[in-house]
């Protein structure tokens, strides 16, 4: 009897322990589900002020403006669509006008994006799938490479 | 030719390795004496092929022989000496067969050292890890040859990422690798265990010593990696819940409850089935995470050869673990036996909590890294799952689990422990806990602050409390794993501390200076003195000379490097570090002013108390080493006397 009431609370603590889980996971997905587009998916899907969303392309050449009391200003392109980004934050050392980026942010009134952060990965040879993807369905991108 | 024997040996690795598999099984079922040394001088055999190939690859990097594609793309003629050794490991190729000669060496040492006592199950877990090594070698051979030559050799090399050029990069890996091999050993024995239908007593105490240096080690790679991040990225950050680290932090978690779930399974037979479970997912684990960071199916910060026909393989290879051994849990574990049983309060009951807690937090992670991909399946793609997800569903199990952290080791085994005396001793750590709340709560710090405060008031009371019950300083000489334990456990306060000081900082500061111009934030005045040339012997540099005013006058000097060579640039972060926390000072891209003077960017934040990270860091793997020794040490004197 001892040692079946002792298996119920057992079972009743993992039983919680589970539903504490699933429960928190669920809950704090909701917050943080953070959407990729590419320009063109911009302009058909109107994401709204402020929603936080990711999106991906290339830099466009001679796009990059650097404020003089620091930040920067630039324009991220798939060749179909193009977003103009604003980012008061410090700009990878990777970053590079005409190679893949990454920005993460919420579109501004003024319809210009302001990224929170921007993403190039520490090795040149590398384009994010997400962004690869895009630039392929926009036909700019006719590379292979490790995408195959 | 060095390429040509090098692939060879691998081949060779590979052979013996299946003769490790069948000498094994049969020294296993046949009791053979025979076939026992058969197995283990295959282990020994393949363990000398692939570490001789691994010292070949080493030359081949020594010589800069471009005519190999590995070495082509992963070193340079202007490299320094040191990182063409550690660009041995640096790429794909190189760092699986790193991971192989793990393997293989994890092969050797089950044969050798493992189990005196019972041949058996020694003889039937050096075979199944003959297994693992066929797996991964025929993955290195077949899809992943280090020693692949290349047609069209190049001059110079590619490889020459100088931010790789680093020595926490260039031991990060080894380290890290040891740790997740060496859980393989309790894969092996865990299954062997089941196999031979030995209990869950004889299994735990086979496979607790191996997980607790493979815990040990990855405790020591991952601490290695965070602090790369901080100082060399320049990102100002130690922990991005991104998918390549959160593939080292599950394993870790996994780890830390097989080594709690085993020791009450060695006491009293307890958790049996759960320890058994717990060492074949481990090993499954490391496996995933190997597959996530070189697949590419996940977005991440962090950069590896990336190719999607490795990654099927490496899939395979995980489905073969992880499905064959819960089929075989599944089938075998009702034969592990029955524990002793324990109540509720007893130190058994907690470190079942802990280890639930340990899972919700293994699990959560495990859910949020998986789930962008699991939405692709519904053809939902690119979605990625923010730091906000981790940090909610992470922060309270751990919490949960600091507040048990200090009582568990006042309880007895099996009997109930929580009497007046504990009531009362609590009650004791619950002042400072409270007082270290009061005085955050004057401070006019936030309720997760003030929480965080009183929650370490009481940890550190609890593990102080630890040491005075045993009166460790003095019988710290005999009494390893008890102070192993005790560090370990004041590790991870430090680090939860470190964590929670951390998360209170400031967000940092850009601003673009021209000279004589200032950034202030709270307690500090930074004023850009100067930008002068600092080039060294392969890269060109601008470094800014920063005087720091915080009531005394200190200077800061950032740089930022340009290797014309590799084409990159490169921040070489400056770091004040105090007691109070690290102003951390980073140098970015210059800009003309319309009156013609030049800013440079300058990125500033103020890191809190970020030592205790380090520290939290290094007593855990002092705690692990310890502990380990002091196993050592008992086994010894049993052996002895």
Redo the contacts between chains.
Sequence with gaps: MRARSQRLIMVSVAAVVLVAAIGLALFALRDAIVLFYSPSEVAAAHPGYGERIRIGGLVEDGSVERPADGGANFVVTDGAATIRVIYAGSLPDLFREGQGVVVEGAFLHSGEFEASSVLAKHDETYMPPEVAEALRESGVWQGGGEEE | MIAEIGRYLIALGLAFSLLQIAAGWHAASAKSQMAANLAARSAYTALAGVVVAFALLIVLFLQSDFSVAYVANHSHVDKPLFYKVAATWGGHEGSMLLWCALLVGVGAALARFALKQDEQLRNRAVSIQGLLQVLFLGFLAFASNPFDRLLDIPIQGAGL?P?LQDPALAIHPPTLYIGYVGLSAAFSLAAAGLIEGRGGRAIATALRPWALIAWTALTAGIALGAWWAYYE??WGGWWFWDPVENASFMPWLIAAALIHSSIATEKSGNFAGWTAFLAIMAFSMSTMGAFLVRS?VL?S????????ERGLWILAIMTILAGGGLTLFALRSGRLGAGD?F??TSRE?FI??NN??LA?VA??VL??TL?PLIMTAFGV??????????N??AT??LAALLVLLPLAPFLPWKKDGFNRRLAMRAAVWILPGVLSGLWAFMLGASPVAIASAALAGWTIAGVFADVWQHRVLQELGARFSLAGRILAHAGVVAIALGAVADSTGAP?T???LAEGEQIEIPNYTLTLDGVRRADGPNYLADEARIVVDNGRLSELLPQRRFYSAA?????EVAINSGFGGDLYV?L??P????NGDI?Y?V?VSFNPMVWLLGLGALLIVLGGLMASLGRALSVKRLEAG
């Design positions: 990422n931010i990225l320049g590419g977005t910060v962090h950069a590896f050869a990336l190719d999607p049983g109540a509720l009951a079942g909590v639930l807690l919700a699990g959560t859910f949020g789930y793609t690119g979605i990625s799952v923010g730091a906000a997800y981790f909610a569903t309270p199990f940092e850009v601003r673009a084409d990159t640039t490169t921040r980073s970015g891209e800009r003309a002013r319309e800013a960017e990125r």
